[in-house]
């Protein structure tokens, strides 16, 4: 167990429709991030939050969003959801600047039909 | 931009052969390098790390030195073991700790 927790572990949706991740971090990491892993894209960075703050946007579409709460959990929503966003959604997170590495949840497994 | 490049896989040994996986980055300043280890159906578990130049970072029988010169993070092990297959990512984290990952490198280890 990582401490990095994330939930759920697999969703089956239709196109079209909103699912939301949630991921709660190591006790103590004030810094998540959330990525995307394909096959044919590999580890995508999507965004960071940083006690509650936006600190870096990668790669994440308008479909999606994310936010950090005052307990530190973050949630990244999925809207409008397309075949193609079929996909592992990872969280990591981190004391502070990372600068030591980042822990890793063992991930969403999402598959839109 | 700051990158990492791993060398392309699957890598296929035999068990008790001898590992290397190259990594080279491109990055400003001095980043932290590391090396990541995915199980099947598993998260990314960090395996080792080094944070400056000439660092050697250790675990589990790997390992890899930062070595500034040749811009290089490669990863060995003397001799591998089956439970060794994993997919295996080189990452640097710059100074403003966004972590940037190379495209992975998939081993398979035969008994």
């Known amino acids: 167990d990582s401490g990095v927790t994330q939930t759920p572990k697999h969703l089956i949706t239709a196109t079209g429709q909103r699912v939301t991740l949630r991921c709660s971090p190591r006790?103590?990491?004030?810094?998540v991030y959330w990525y995307q892993q394909s096959l044919d894209q590999g580890l995508q960075f999507l965004i960071q939050y940083y006690n509650g703050e936006e600190r870096a946007k990668g790669n994440i579409l308008e479909r999606f969003s994310a936010q950090q709460f005052p307990d530190l959990h973050s949630e990244l929503n999925l809207s409008s959801l397309e075949l193609g966003d079929s996909a592992l959604y990872f969280c990591?997170?981190?004391?502070?600047?990372?600068?030591?590495?980042?822990?890793f949840g063992s991930g969403t497994r999402l598959t839109v039909v | 931009g700051d990158s990492v490049t791993q060398m392309e896989g699957p890598v296929t040994l035999s068990e008790e052969a001898f590992l290397t996986i190259n990594c080279t980055y491109t990055a400003t300043g001095y980043p932290s390098l590391f090396w990541y280890v995915q199980y099947p159906g598993e998260g990314l578990q960090l395996l080792l790390k080094a944070t400056k130049a000439d660092d050697k970072g250790s675990n589990k029988g790997f390992e890899a030195t930062y070595r500034k010169e040749t811009t290089s993070f490669h990863l060995e092990k003397g001799s591998v073991q089956v439970s060794d297959s994993a997919v295996y990512f080189c990452a640097l984290i710059r100074g403003d700790d966004k972590i940037i990952f190379g495209k992975g490198t998939r081993l398979h280890i035969l008994p």
């Open positions: 006790s103590g990491d004030l810094s």
């Open positions: 990591a997170s981190s004391v502070g600047r990372g600068a030591y590495g980042y822990t």
